[in-house]
């Protein structure tokens, strides 16, 4: 299984307002991420999708936000404080962060990262160890880099994790699904 990891540098772009033209984070996380909910935004890069998570989940809400790449994290460092948002945005680095607590994560996001995962049966043990249960996971993939047997292969290892298919959510050239904690 391919486990490139993306350049920090192409972290810029992911971030870039253009990208919205193709991929609308509130439209997307709204039906999830609800006020006052844990979120976390799992290889999290620059934060495309972190910031409007945080504004999703309002004051009293807060997104853990994950990557492994230093430069990721400390650009979104940046970016939380210019919106404001530093209060509910929490960054860790992955390998090296202080254990999330199990079962106090209300949602979890795993976007344009799975195919980066080396250790794919790792990661969702350890996303199932820290949902709530009922809490959901989105993940999604790119359809232009990722093959959809590759994406079914990571379903299926998120469902010998334990997680159940709750539904798809069909975005124009990308595979996604949305699976939860029973
Ligand atoms: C293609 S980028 C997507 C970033 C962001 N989700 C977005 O859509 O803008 C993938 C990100 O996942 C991170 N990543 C790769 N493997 C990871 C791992 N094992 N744990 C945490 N983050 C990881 C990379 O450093 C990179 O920032």
């Excluded at 043990?125 to 880099?145: C, Q, T, W, Y």
Aim: glycine share 8%; proline share 5%.
């Amino acid at each position: 299984m391919a486990n490139h990891v993306c350049p920090w540098w192409l972290g810029y772009l992911l971030a870039s307002p253009l990208r919205r033209i193709l991929e609308k984070p509130e439209k997307m996380l709204a039906p999830f991420a609800l006020p006052g909910m844990t979120v976390i935004d799992y290889g999290c890069g620059m934060g495309f999708f972190t910031i409007p998570l945080a504004r999703l989940v309002g004051p009293t809400g807060k997104v853990i936000a994950v990557d492994i790449q230093e430069k990721m994290l400390n650009r979104l460092r940046v970016r939380a404080a210019k919106a404001g948002l530093s209060d509910r945005i929490i960054i860790v680095a992955s390998g090296s962060s202080p254990q999330i607590k199990e079962d106090s994560v209300d949602f979890v996001t795993a976007l344009h990262v799975i195919h980066e995962i080396e250790d794919q049966q790792a990661f969702f043990n350890d996303m199932r160890r820290v949902m709530k249960s009922g809490a959901k996971i989105f993940m999604l993939e790119p359809g232009f880099h990722v093959e959809e047997k590759e994406f079914r292969r990571s379903v299926e290892i998120a469902e010998s994790s334990g997680l159940v298919l709750t539904g798809a959510v069909d975005y124009s050239r990308s595979l996604s699904v949305v699976m939860s904690k029973p």
